[in-house]
């Protein structure tokens, strides 16, 4: 049974950052694309991020590319999402998603990815 479950969300002021973690119990683990998605309250859930089986390549959306960095450990079955410069527009739910194709591309649409995490909810101030 696969699970994935975060970590490290919070309240912080715009400027400040924040670290999550996402564990995951999946066996393939080495061999998944993995991505943190956000969903703001009332919005549609929208890509955040994205890193390939090895950590080599890496995906962002333009809002957040230069501020935040998806990273992963595949010793210890961890993904990471480094967010830095918040914005209180960054405000919303966060996802760590496992992508479980035999086919290491970085997708960005939700429906490409085959498990999702319970959330982590991240709050910045002005």
């Known amino acids: 049974q696969v699970q994935l479950v975060e970590s490290g969300g919070g309240s912080v002021q715009a400027g400040g950052s924040l670290r999550l973690s996402c564990a995951a119990s999946?066996?393939?683990?080495?061999?998944?694309?993995m991505g943190w998605f956000r969903q703001a309250s009332g919005q549609e859930r929208e890509f955040v991020a994205a890193i390939s089986w090895r950590g080599t390549r890496t995906s962002y959306v333009d809002s957040v590319k230069g501020r935040f960095t998806i990273s992963r450990d595949n010793a210890k079955n961890m993904v990471y999402l480094q967010m830095n410069s918040l914005k209180p527009d960054d405000s919303a739910v966060y996802y760590c998603?496992?992508?479980?194709?035999?086919?290491?591309?970085?997708?960005?649409?939700?429906?490409?990815?085959?498990?999702w995490g319970q959330g982590t909810q991240v709050t910045v101030s002005s």
């Open positions: 999946v066996r393939t683990f080495s061999r998944n694309v």
């Open positions: 998603a496992a992508d479980i194709a035999v086919s290491n591309v970085l997708h960005t649409e939700a429906g490409a990815f085959d498990y």
